[in-house]
Structure formats: C-alpha cells, structure tokens
C-alpha cells in the first residue's frame, strides 16, 4: 500500500468513527402504513440503518423521515411478521459499504454486498453513500478529449474528461447496447456501472453479452432491480457515485454509466409519496427534483482526477418535453438523442446527430474538427428537410445545389454513422473516418457536370491547391452557397 492510500485509508476510518451513534439507541414498532413502518421514541437521523427484531427474524430497514417522536422507517425486505411493539435497533448512522481496488471486475447491489459468487469483498475499508462533493472552484476545465469508441459520438459529438451526457431515449431503441459498447471501447482507466431498475434477466445479459469479460475486467458492476425497496435502488445511483469518486481520487479517469435516472426518479418518488410528500409535477414529487442535481452533480473533474458520466433518460412516449427529461437536459453538459425511425431502419447505434449535442466540444477539438462536424450535420439536417419528397421521387434535381450535395452524400454518410456491436473505433480512426467523409464529399461536388460542383471546377481545383497541407479541405458549402 502506498503512502498516499495509507492516508485515504486513515481519513475514511477517522470520518466513520466521527459518524458513530455513542450510544445504542432503541425503540418500538408504533405503526404500519403502506410501505413505511412508524417507530416511536426512536431518535435517528435521516439515512440511518436499522434492524426490526419480529417473530419472522430480522429484517433491514432505513429510515426516511419523522413525525414529531416518531421515525419513519422504510424496510428493505419482507414486512410479512412484524407487528407493534417489535423491538428496533440502529445498527448505523449511515449507508456504508466496502472500497477498495478489489471491487474492479465485481458485481455488487445496492447495499455494496457481492452477487457473482466470486466470494467476499477483501476490502480494507469502508466508504459513505453520500460523499462530500466538489467544490465550483475545486473543478479543473474539461479541456481533454475522452474516447467513447463509438465513432458517430467521437467524431461528431466528442465528450470531455469530466462532462456529464445524457442518452435520452425510448424503450426498445438499443440504449443497454449503446451502454454496452461505450463500456468496453472507451479510453477511460475504470467503468462504473450502475444498472438501476433493470429486469431481473436483463442484468446477466449484459453483463456476459453486453458488456463481456473484456469489458467487466476494468469495470464494477452495481446492480438494483426492479423488484427491489425503493430505498435500495436509489442507493445503487449513490453508491456506484460513490465508486467512482474514490477512483478519482486515486488519479484515475473514470467513465460513469448509469441506466436509468427515470427508473431513480421513480423510486424516489415512492419514498416520497410514503411519506405524505405531495406530488407536484406529474406525481413527481419535489424531493425528486431536488436528488436529481446531487446525484449528476458529483461527476466532474478535480485536480486529481474526473468522473465522465453518462445517464440515460427513458422517455415515455418519446417526449422530451416530460419533467425528468426536461429537467436532466437543463442539469447536463449534452444529450444524445437515440431516434425510434432510425432503429426502425436498422440503422445502429441509433444517433441522430441533429437532435443531440456536445457542449463542452469546442473547448476538447480544433476548429477544423469543429467546423467539419458542423458541415456534416448541417448535410444531414438540410437531406431530413427534403427526404419525404426524394422517398416519393417528387424531389428535382438542380433546384438548389446544397440540397443535391445533401442527397448525393446522405449514402456515405449514414454509412458512417453506423457501426457493428463488434467494431471498436479509436478516437484517431474517428477522425481519420471524419477526414474521408470530407474527402469523399469534396470529391462529389468537384464531379465534371455535377449541377453541385458548379460552372467552373478550374476555380475549385485552384481553391483545393491553395490549402494548407496540414489542413483538412472543407466541404465547400460556401463555395457552392457562393455560386462557383
């Protein structure tokens, strides 16, 4: 263990010892409503774990919130057995689990406790769900590049070490895929992978399809399904948070993936409701409007290290205009938007390039890079305005010269959005893929009678050869906007 860890370790240790109740402190089952057990005289803080002794055994809970003298416990198993009177005990002030460099490669849920029947966590130490999080200032500037392996995002939408993206979807569109190959192919030093809400079935499967065991080698695994408390899966977010901010802390570039916070949102709004917490928006309660910044908010950059976190969005109905949607693209650094059409063509990864953004892109590219995404998104846009009237053969060529050069390069470039499952990218090889888009574009619209090329390709020649070497040549939008 090195000096630096040796330190870590004791700061932890102090930190949960000055957390420690002093005393044992002890109380009754008063009541039992819904989901929610009212304990009286039982003074603990908000977050605390507790164990409920019933004529069934011993069952975990935690608590949520109090009324006056009573606290308000949510268990985290079985309530069948526990009547009034049953004695409950707090065990600790605070969610905890074990950390350490053991957890890499592991499959862990929501409590910290192992699922792989690889044998216990050997960790030395232990570590809070809810961490102090990071100052404004204690943040460096995202000003380096972090390879997805996915060259539509690398290329188009490049991500920073420390941004925080959204893969907003419906269901059924490749989202768990899309996770999936970003996990194995991406350039950060540790994944963390949150999988909260999932099906029961959905966890193996991406775990050994998905993911697979070059991908699980460098990352840990948290996972809380559908059929667990609410409590449980909210901590899951938490914990896998926590996770990846010790990692950080140990000078690593961590990448963050997390499906899904509407499937968080709606657990922590059966907390809420449980608690006679009024709904507000759409039955969204207000505690989940407020948990949703905490939770994105400690992904980032720090002197020592970043957090690169990507959070999926299920939404219903495919509106993005529903509260949690609306709400997490406000909180976010970007968005990926994955289109229903385009999974509907079999066009994967489902991308649409118009809709999503980057927004920390200009500060980890150069201009030339920067200007050569724009060029071919703008194609893109310009080809979606007119596809209706190609598709039924009532678009004319030579109406507009921009719009010929959308149809002419929309084969080239939807062959350039796609990628297979297996297919890993590097960040160079997106570029290098960007630079022949462009080369092959140019050469379209340099073609001898193309209506989009111009009246003189003489000029054009003479403007190619006056580029610098080292200097992509543009796709010559202005040029033809110009009329040459």
């Not at 057990?37 to 919130?65: K, L």
């Not at 499967?205 to 909210?234: C, M, N, Q, Y």
């Not at 040549?473 to 009329?483: D, N, Q, S």
Request: aromatic share 4%; net charge negative; glycine share 10%.
């Amino acid at each position: 263990m090195s000096e630096r860890e040796g330190q870590n370790n004791f700061k932890q240790r102090l930190a949960a010892v000055e957390r420690t109740l002093a005393h044992e402190v002890q109380g009754r089952v008063a009541g039992l409503t819904g989901l929610t057990v009212e304990v009286e005289d039982f003074a603990v803080p908000v977050g605390a774990q507790c164990e409920i002794y019933s004529r069934n055994g011993t069952t975990t809970a935690e608590s949520i919130g109090f009324r006056g003298n009573i606290s308000v416990l949510m268990p985290l198993g079985e309530m069948e057995g526990i009547s009034r009177g049953d004695r409950v005990v707090c065990t600790r002030s605070e969610a905890s689990f074990p950390i350490g460099e053991q957890l890499l490669g592991r499959v862990i849920d929501g409590n910290g406790n192992p699922l792989d029947n690889q044998g216990p966590l050997l960790c030395q130490c232990r570590r809070g769900v809810n961490s102090q999080r990071l100052q404004p200032l204690d943040r460096t500037r995202i000003d380096t590049p972090l390879s997805t392996g996915i060259r539509s995002i690398d290329a188009l939408l490049t991500c920073g070490q420390g941004q925080r993206m959204g893969i907003f979807s419906g269901p059924g569109v490749g989202k768990s895929v899309l996770l999936g190959m970003i996990a194995r192919n991406t350039s950060a030093d540790v994944t963390v992978i949150a999988l909260v809400g999932e099906r029961g079935r959905e966890v193996r499967e991406f775990i050994e399809k998905d993911l697979g065991p070059e991908g699980l080698r460098h990352s840990v695994v948290v996972a809380s399904t559908s059929d667990e408390p609410a409590p449980t899966r909210v901590r899951a977010s938490f914990v896998a948070s926590s996770i990846a901010e010790y990692f950080r802390d140990q000078g690593k570039n961590v990448l963050l993936l997390m499906d899904s916070i509407t499937r968080i949102a709606m657990a922590q709004r059966q907390i809420g409701l449980a608690i006679d917490e009024p709904p507000a928006t759409k039955g969204f309660t207000p505690s989940v409007f407020s948990l949703l910044p905490r939770l994105v908010e400690r992904s980032g950059k720090s002197a020592k290290g970043s957090i690169t976190g990507f959070y999926t969005v299920l939404v219903e109905g495919d509106d993005l205009s529903e509260p949690i949607s609306d709400t997490m693209r406000g909180l976010l650094d970007g968005h990926i938007w994955l289109s229903r059409s385009l999974a509907n063509r079999n066009h994967y990864p489902a991308i649409d390039a118009v809709e999503s953004i980057s927004r920390v892109m200009p500060d980890v590219v150069d201009e030339e890079h920067q200007q050569s995404a724009r060029d071919i998104t703008r194609l893109i846009a310009v080809y979606r305005d007119i596809e209706d009237l190609v598709n039924i053969g009532a678009y004319a060529a030579g109406t507009s010269v921009e719009l010929d050069l959308a149809v002419q390069a929309q084969p080239v470039i939807n062959r350039f959005l796609q990628q297979n499952i297996e297919e890993k990218v590097t960040f160079a090889e997106a570029l290098q893929n960007l630079d022949d888009l462009c080369s092959v574009i140019n050469q379209v619209t340099s073609q001898p009678g193309n209506s989009s090329a111009g009246n003189s390709s003489a000029n054009n020649r003479q403007q190619n050869q006056q580029q610098p070497k080292n200097k992509r040549a543009p796709l010559g939008l202005e040029r033809m906007m110009a009329g040459l």
